[in-house]
């Protein structure tokens, strides 16, 4: 039978164990005269399998552990907000790092009966520079602590981050990058992506910043988006864009459909424009379908504006049919 430890805080701390561990064989030492200079002696002195472990200040996003999900759902604890800090572990063997993980403090850790050496006073910094240094290990530990340094809330994050989306970097890596500059990461978050779409030389690159732009909760991420679509000179650019607004609505979103329907000289822009109307939130994109079906003049937009409204469940698309087969 598994000898079980659980450790249970009355109150979420930065530096403090997670609320549940399971199975270990537990040790506490602080990490304040400097994270390289605790860690390197517990990684070298250790000849059988052990975790290290602290937690930092991480960006506020699920990380797992919810129990819940839309669809289907098991026993445990839902926690309706993510939490405010993440725990990083090491698991360390031979005198080497083997794996890196990084986990929500809501989840049940179970560490197979193996030592966890816990660090407190963990400098945010200090573990973006100690995970960076295993990033730049590429083929072994790469994503492993390029996903550890994106949970992290400081902006050591995000400077060592941006390194990953130099133009000399593999494009595997920096489209992986790009995804990691999305809400999450704020402000901070959308003026990367603004850049990259204004100065990128990668295609690929561009797109996937335009897309994750599309998630921003910044003032400015719409009408740039709108200004993308209307003005970019590459066409895959401005479908991009149009992919991206369809997640948002209003006056000027929907203009910017119309315009592009009717002014773009990119005839897979045109296409792009009234495939994306079907998607918009709460059907707002439904009336301007109708519209194009009813009197656009181009016989291609019209089809597949027809087409578009076939496959919506609208009620407004279902009565503009009966008053079609009507006549």
Not at 318 to 327: P, Q, W
Request: charged share 25%.
């Amino acid at each position: 039978m598994k000898h079980a430890l659980w450790l249970a805080i009355a109150v979420a701390q930065l530096g403090a164990q997670p609320k549940l561990l399971v199975n270990a064989k537990l040790d506490s030492r602080p990490a304040s005269a400097g994270l390289e200079q605790t860690f390197r002696p517990l990684v070298t002195g250790q000849p059988q399998p052990a975790w290290i472990a602290y937690s930092v200040p991480s960006i506020r996003t699920f990380m797992g552990c919810d129990y819940v999900r839309d669809g289907w759902s098991q026993p445990g604890v839902v926690h309706l907000e993510p939490p405010d800090h993440a725990v990083i572990l090491f698991r360390v063997d031979g005198g080497k790092v083997e794996r890196i993980r990084s986990l929500s403090p809501d989840c049940e850790i179970d560490a197979g009966d193996l030592p966890v050496h816990w660090l407190t006073d963990v400098k945010p910094a200090e573990s973006v520079a100690l995970l960076n240094g295993f990033a730049a290990q590429r083929e072994r530990y790469m994503d492993s602590a390029m996903n550890a340094i994106a949970m992290h809330s400081d902006p050591a994050a995000d400077a060592a981050l941006q390194k990953f989306l130099a133009p000399d970097q593999p494009e595997s890596i920096r489209l992986r990058v790009v995804s990691w500059f999305g809400p999450s990461r704020g402000r901070r978050g959308y003026d990367v992506l603004k850049g990259l779409i204004a100065n990128d030389p990668d295609e690929r690159v561009r797109e996937r910043a335009i897309s994750t732009l599309g998630n921003s909760k910044e003032p400015e991420a719409v009408e740039l988006l709108i200004a993308t679509a209307r003005k970019d000179p590459n066409p895959r650019m401005r479908m991009q864009a149009l992919s991206a607004l369809n997640r948002h609505t209003g006056a000027n979103v929907l203009a910017t459909f119309k315009d592009a329907i009717e002014n773009d000289p990119d005839v897979q822009v045109k296409r792009r424009a009234v495939s994306s109307l079907q998607s918009m939130p709460d059907g707002e994109g439904v009336p301007l379908l109708i519209q194009l079906a009813k009197s656009t003049q181009n016989a291609e937009v019209r089809k597949q504006a027809m087409s578009t409204l076939g496959n919506s469940r609208d009620g407004r698309a279902v009565t503009f049919f009966e008053e079609v087969l009507k006549k």
